[in-house]
């Protein structure tokens, strides 16, 4: 294993993989381990990736989000919807069978001040 220290020097690669980690939500000194670093060389050297990396990924889920809109796809719009403008999708099941046989028992609700006497 090469030595760490003052002489690092951060690798494309390795900055790919801190940026995705820190996308994935790993903790900072998880990523320290994967890569034999320390938290502070880590932070020293990955700044931009650690502090960008999320609202990068935030803005790209948008961007196809966005794309899949302008394509006209009707989940991309009932997502835009609901998560946006607060639209909720509601459906009124009937559980009444045909015969009767598998009919939900009928409820009646009485008052506590009900004496069940008409």
Known sequence: ???RGREYKPTDADR???ERAVMAGSRINDIASALNLTDDTLRKHYRYEIMTARERLKGEA???LSESLTDGSLDAAKF???RV???RESSDHNHTSSDGSMSPNRI???SPDDD???
Request: proline residues 5%.
């Open 1 to 3: 294993m090469a030595p």
């Open 16 to 18: 790919i993989f801190v």
């Open 62 to 64: 948008v961007r196809v």
């Open 80 to 82: 835009v919807l609901a």
């Open 85 to 87: 403008a607060g639209w």
């Open 108 to 110: 009646e609700l009485v």
């Open 116 to 118: 069940g006497e008409d």
